[in-house]
């Protein structure tokens, strides 16, 4: 026969309802956490969630809707939100929807089918049509990086446009005049507001609009756009690549080239700083704060689910 949260509480001497409390995802003193989880491994309870489902209306779930799982940026993101929900004693189920917005539709129908409490995504376009179910349902939704129509769910983003001008404007200062953008999809919200960012700072430096050339948000993509720069575009100082598998193309483009980062050339990628800079040694990188990010998200959707309202937080990034 199964342990059950009576034979925890015999076990720790603690109350049933302090049991309660840590499996709730409650505060608990580290000693009684320290108790509980010796007796649930003595003892091999197993918690039964579709019983509790049943019982509180709570599944303990929350679904997560990623446009690639091959994209580092969002895996990185799960792995934040993970960690965040983990701690409130939540699990998560993961639906890669490869931006595509019919997929997207299908899996908030599938975490709907299997009760999740909320949904935290990165949608795939700016329209929220995808996840109309959720929001009819009232399910609480934040939309995480890009923000939508919908004023419906929450949005927890960056500040893109700033950190695409703030890193245009490092270039310019350091005396760059000539910089191209390698930038994203233009139906993306983050890739509208990168380059628009951009574009801001080209035109406050009376250099117009700049030059810009689509990357296709990958790195073969990226690759292709700085080969064509490097080679069409007489007297190029710089290159501001607007996500981070475009940067790495650009990046290996440049090494092929032969290209020295430094007084001559500047090159900014965005995101990560896990591999840019072994490729191209003084480049600027655009950071977002990914770890503050899925944080944010985490406890945005559970202070939903506990009645909070809804909410639009904005985060900088910082250019290093």
């Keep these: ?3 059950t949260i009576k034979d925890l509480a015999r076990e720790t001497g603690l109350t049933a309802a302090t049991i309660s409390a840590y499996f709730n995802g409650a505060s608990v003193r580290p000693y009684n956490k320290e108790k ?7 003892l091999g309870y197993i918690r039964n969630d579709y019983a509790r489902a049943l019982r509180t209306h709570r599944s303990m779930t929350v679904g997560v809707l990623i446009p690639e799982f091959a994209s580092m940026f969002a895996t990185q993101l799960v792995t934040e939100i993970e960690e965040a929900l983990r701690l409130k004693r939540y699990g998560i189920i993961i639906c890669d929807c490869r931006s595509n ?8 129908r599938f975490l709907q089918s299997k009760t999740v409490d909320g949904i935290i995504v990165i949608p795939a376009t700016d329209s929220a049509s995808s996840l109309s179910s959720a929001i009819q349902k009232k399910l609480p939704v934040v939309a995480l990086d890009r923000y939508t129509e919908s004023r419906d769910i929450s949005h927890v983003i960056v500040s893109n446009r700033k950190a695409g001008r703030e890193a245009v404007q490092k270039m310019l200062s350091e005396g760059k005049k000539k910089i191209a953008v390698i930038h994203g999809d233009e139906n993306l919200f983050t890739a509208r507001e990168r380059l628009a960012g951009y574009r801001d700072a080209m035109e406050r430096a009376g250099e117009g609009t700049g030059i810009a050339v689509p990357g296709g948000n ?3 993509g990226g690759y292709e756009a700085a080969k064509k720069l490097l080679s069409g575009e007489p ?10 598998e475009m940067s790495i193309g650009a990046a290996i483009a440049l090494k092929e ?3 020295t980062i430094g007084d001559d050339f500047a090159f900014t990628g965005f995101d990560s700083v896990q591999m840019l800079p072994v490729l191209c040694p003084g480049m600027h990188m655009v950071v977002q704060p990914i770890r503050e990010l899925g944080m944010v998200a985490a406890e945005t959707l559970l202070a939903m689910i506990n009645g909070g309202p809804i909410r639009n937080i904005v985060l900088d990034c910082k250019v290093i």
Excluded: C, H, W
Excluded at 36 to 42: M, N, Q, S, T, V
Excluded at 101 to 108: D, L, Q
Excluded at 235 to 244: P, V
């Design 1 to 3: 026969m199964s342990a």
């Design 36 to 42: 509980i989880e010796r007796a649930i491994d003595k």
């Design 101 to 108: 917005p019919s997929r997207e539709r299908e899996a908030v």
């Design 218 to 220: 990958s790195v073969q």
């Design 235 to 244: 007297g190029l100082q710089g290159i501001f690549a607007t996500n981070y």
């Design 257 to 259: 080239t032969g290209k």
